[in-house]
């Protein structure tokens, strides 16, 4: 019987289970006492499905059978003298039994047990208990409470051993998780009937992707609620509304939608269909010219949309009832526009008819609240029949799909409605937030339970007041301030807090794009946005119950309210510092001023990031910023659609996969094209590239041509090269579409050789010269070329090994250590020579002048002057034009060597710190430019007192003692060489000259025109 997905067993005991295959790991279980199983509500009205592998020929099985559901993926065996059953999976294993004989009748309700494993964790159940993770040993109700925050049970338990359960009833009941027997898994109801889902999977993932299949998966927010949402104090007017829009904008803080609190009604809490605008505070037009100078006129000007604050108590079951009839194929044939009842036809209007006009006013978005349908209703009879009992938690689920429907098939653009009651379902129309808890990590907690619930689009109202709120809340799947009775605009903030609140908010914009694949990803497989540590990592015990820290996506991990972070298996970089850690570990961080909480970026990480931008639209996208944290290997798929309408399900979107290897030799990032279209898709396409590195590059590649290096150009285009950016550890470049082949592009960063490699040529052991291996198979990058063919035979090796020998030997000298250096000089000029060897003609001098040119283009690139390293040439010059043999061009370029390895010791900053050997290197480098701490400040992104004290800490010394000092040593140095004093002046960053001559007068102890006098009187 095996072969069967669908049968009816009658129990020894009595009563009768109706078992069925819903897919290969998802079974069905329903018991009660007449073998006559009627669908339950949620499945009437089409929240919960599950038609696949159900079959019309239902079999039945006589009592005491042992019978079997197999599937490629599962196992499910019943006992049937008295319900029991076993859940196998593939490989065998049982995952969970039956510790009793389960139970349903009109009398004593539901209930069933199951064993639980003494190591066994549970996750799930939406925010019931959200002061905690796990969920073993709780005794919880699933029941929507009557209080301050939001109260959304989801009946759905997953576990550590592979398996998971949902209860299809929206009867009060509860789950007993090892509360009152240790080991025991119960579930029990008062009223209603016994009905089960159960599912297998390999992990919490699997397992969340197969029961959203069932319960739904979630919708995609239009994609301006990904950034943040703002809701005006109560009594605002619309006035008041304008004011907190003009303060986002003059600020520069980003906002994409402000919302009105109940009271934006005629009446106060209007349950009624005829709500009305308030007419003083909130005057409204039917006119369309006046229309674009209302309120909301304005707000969309500036870019805003509008949000509602909604109270309902509305009979929603009637309008339900109709479409499930709709829906059904025995009503079809004799179809009416409405549900019959005592003879009489129903035509009321649906709730969502009467808040038509409010979106034609050009409202986009709904808060809902329903207290007193939940709460204020207990005995009231609805219109499908149902007691206030049974359609307690399912109401809010219903309002949010009709609000959802409504404003889809109006408007054709997705609905962003928010509740904070809800049930199961809900992730299917509607995001929420956990509302105000008395501990602001209970409503982190709360939103990680809900994503282990499968309700991805939750986030809590924002804590304003302190740097850990602000941080916490800002990295969730979506941002909400709550003003509510008071004035929490950040423009009240104080300074320091203002900062960083801007900081945070330009920050998220700019993680928009990685949200927002993050949040299509969510779509398809059930993966929350915020994700729970041991949803990411099950396998790891210390994760189990890790609630004070998480994975937003799949490369950043947040720590929220603590200074003390675990730090999975794999190497992660501080987000803060650039600090690179091996974990596991557990890290005690020192939050820097300008952030808010500890944030780690996971290795291999690619964050694709907007340009910064005041609300999503303001700009076209034509450029994407790829922030990348190299790894042994990962990939990212970037996911783009119009962001308002739901062609998108369509097909009308584009893919951009993108990966990243990473070895001691090189790192390869692949960009493919980008695939599919959408309406207003930005025709062209550029990527800007951040690509972390703890080293100077020894060469960077696009599409096989070797890139300049334009690390000492400040104002160099960096489409036509490359920059190592020391104090982030990073190198930059650009890419653009236009540079790609069928294949997309490959960008190559090779590092220079390690010391110990050096040492290992040193002793007759061969560098690497050979291009590093694709990771990504196929051609290999070089076989792309950047407006060249790809090199053929074996000139196109000896070519491809010139340049592995030429970037090992420029890598060395920027290494600035002369046994590196020496070492690597010996290992060309041998690769050079044996080049020689197998030709017909010596060609050694040439070699000698390459040696030259790669010796002098180093120091350049270094930010050295070629006089000040090369002084005094006249020998080596005379010697060069000498030369007999190709041992006196060797020794020229060992002096070459030592001479340019001596002038960069020589100048190496002393400070350790990156940010104050990047401030020496700028004040000696480019005295001209504003070197003031502010400027620094803003360079840096640190803030001046910061670096002012770094700057002492480190060197000893004031900062703007040691600016001075290079400025004037630089004007001396200009004088004497014949320079004008205004002109010395500008080039030593001074403006006025006045102000130039009083500073260099007294550090020098003579007006700046006695050094000029000085020279004159010298030349005559």
């Not at 339950?40 to 919960?48: D, E, K, S, W």
Request: overall charge negative.
């Amino acid at each position: 019987m095996g072969e069967r997905k669908d049968f009816l067993l009658s129990l020894a005991n009595g009563g009768w289970m109706r078992v069925q295959t819903v897919a290969p790991t998802i079974f069905r279980i329903r018991l009660n006492e007449t073998g006559l199983f009627a669908e339950p509500a949620l499945m009437r009205y089409q929240i919960v499905s599950a038609v696949l592998g159900l079959e019309e020929d239902i079999g039945v099985m006589p009592p005491a059978t042992v019978a079997e559901l197999r599937t490629e993926q599962a196992v499910l065996r019943m006992d049937g003298r008295d319900g029991q059953f076993r859940l196998f999976g593939a490989d065998g294993d049982e995952r969970v039994a039956t510790s009793a004989s389960p139970w349903s009748s009109e009398k004593s309700g539901f209930g069933v047990r199951f064993r639980l494993q003494g190591d066994e964790a549970l996750y799930g159940l939406g925010n019931v208990a959200p002061e905690r993770l796990q969920r073993r040993g709780l005794r919880v109700e699933m029941w929507a409470e009557k209080q301050l925050w939001a109260s959304a049970p989801i009946p759905f338990l997953m576990s550590s051993c592979g398996w998971a359960v949902m209860v299809n009833t929206t009867w009060r009941h509860l789950f007993d998780i090892g509360a009152s027997s240790e080991n025991e898994l119960r579930i029990e109801g008062a009223t209603g009937e016994l009905d089960l889902f159960l599912f297998v999977g390999g992990d919490y993932a699997e397992l969340l992707n197969a029961y959203t299949d069932v319960a739904g998966k979630p919708s995609l927010l239009p994609i301006w609620m990904y950034g943040l949402n703002f809701c005006s104090r109560i009594g605002s007017s619309a006035r008041d509304v304008l004011d907190d829009a003009i303060k986002f904008r003059r600020a520069g803080t980003p906002c994409d939608l402000i919302g009105l609190n109940a009271d934006w009604m005629e009446k106060e809490k209007d349950y009624s269909t005829a709500k009305r605008w308030h007419p003083v505070r909130f005057p409204t037009s039917a006119n369309d010219l006046l229309r674009q100078v209302s309120f909301i006129g304005i707000l969309h000007k500036q870019g805003f949309k509008l949000s509602l604050t909604l109270d309902c108590d509305y009979d929603l079951t009637v309008l339900e009832e109709r479409m499930a009839r709709e829906h059904s194929e025995a009503e079809r044939e004799a179809r009416n526009d409405g549900y019959r009842e005592g003879g009489e036809l129903l035509r009321e209007e649906s709730w969502y008819d009467h808040l038509r006009k409010f979106v034609d006013d050009g409202v986009s978005a709904f808060v809902l609240d329903m207290i007193k349908p939940l709460h204020g209703d207990t005995g009231r009879e609805w219109g499908n029949g149902m007691s206030s009992a049974e359609l307690h938690n399912l109401y809010p689920v219903l309002l949010s799909k009709q609000m959802y429907l409504g404003f889809l098939k109006q408007t054709n653009r997705r609905p962003a409605i928010h509740i904070e009651k809800g049930y199961l379902g809900m992730q299917r129309f509607a995001a929420s937030t956990t509302g105000t808890f008395y501990t602001a990590k209970h409503a982190i907690v709360a939103i990680l339970n809900y994503g282990l619930s499968g309700h991805v689009h939750t986030s809590t109202n924002m804590h304003l007041i302190s740097r850990e709120g602000i941080h916490a809340d800002f990295l969730l799947a979506w941002s909400r301030i709550n003003s509510m009775d008071h004035f929490q605009h950040p423009d009240f903030l104080e300074h320091p807090l203002h900062e960083l609140f801007q900081r945070y908010a330009r920050l998220r914009y700019r993680l928009i794009p990685y949200l927002y694949s993050t949040a299509h990803e969510a779509t398809r497989t059930g993966m929350p946005i915020t994700r729970a540590m041991p949803l990411m990592y099950p396998r790891d015990r210390h994760c189990r119950e890790l609630d004070g820290q998480y994975m937003l996506g799949d490369f950043l991990l947040v720590a929220v309210y603590t200074e003390s972070v675990y730090l999975p298996e794999g190497d992660w970089f501080d987000y803060w510092t650039g600090k690179r850690y091996s974990g596991p570990c557990r890290v005690d961080c020192s939050v820097p001023p300008e952030a808010g909480g500890p944030l780690f970026v996971r290795a291999g990480a690619i964050i694709p990031m907007w340009p910064p931008m005041d609300y999503v639209g303001e700009q076209p996208v034509e450029t994407i910023t790829l922030d990348i944290y190299p790894g042994a290997h990962c990939s990212f798929l970037l996911y783009e659609d119009d962001g308002v309408t739901f062609d998108h399900l369509a097909g009308a979107a584009s893919w951009t996969r993108m990966e990243c290897a990473s070895d001691q030799a090189a790192t390869t990032v692949r960009l493919a094209k980008r695939e599919g279209n959408y309406a207003r898709m930005a025709v062209k396409r550029n990527y800007e590239l951040i690509i972390r590195a703890s080293v100077k590059p020894a060469a960077v590649r696009v599409g096989g041509e070797r890139l300049p290096d334009l690390t000492a150009r400040n104002k160099a285009d960096l489409f036509r090269g490359w920059r190592y950016d020391r104090m982030a550890g990073a190198v930059r470049l650009h890419v653009t579409e236009t540079e790609f082949d069928e294949a997309g592009v490959c960008i190559e960063i090779v590092y220079p050789p390690k010391s110990g490699r050096s040492a290992a040529a040193r002793d007759g052991v061969k560098l690497r010269t050979t291009a590093p291996v694709d990771p990504f198979g196929g051609q290999t990058a070089r076989a792309h070329g950047r407006g060249m063919g790809a090199a053929a035979g074996d000139g196109g090796c000896a070519a491809s090994h010139d340049l592995e020998a030429d970037d090992a030997f420029a890598a060395a000298l920027d290494s600035g250590e002369l046994r590196m250096a020496e070492s690597a000089l010996a290992v060309w000029w041998e690769a050079k020579m044996k080049q020689d060897s197998s030709a017909t003609t010596a060609v050694w001098q040439l070699h000698v002048m390459k040696g030259c040119h790669l010796i002098v283009r180093q120091a350049e690139q270094s930010g050295w002057a070629t006089a000040d390293a090369f002084k005094s040439m006249e020998e080596e010059a005379y010697e060069m034009a000498q030369l007999q043999m190709s041992e006196q061009g060797y020794e020229l370029l060992q002096r070459l060597l030592r001479r340019l390895v001596r002038h960069m010791e020589a100048h190496r900053p002393a400070a350790k710190h990156p940010v104050v050997r990047e401030l020496m290197e700028l004040a000696e480098r480019e005295p001209e430019r504003d070197l003031s701490l502010n400027a620094m400040a803003e360079h840096f992104a640190l803030h001046p007192v910061h670096i002012s004290r770094l700057f002492k800490k480190e060197t000893g010394g004031n900062y703007y003692d040691y600016v001075i000092s290079m400025r004037m040593m630089r004007a001396k140095k200009l004088l004497r060489d014949g320079h004008k004093v205004y002109d010395a002046a500008a080039r030593c960053g001074f403006k006025d000259t006045g102000n130039f001559s009083k500073a260099f007068s007294k550090y020098w102890g003579g007006p700046p025109v006695s050094f000029k006098q000085e020279r004159d009187y010298g030349e005559r």
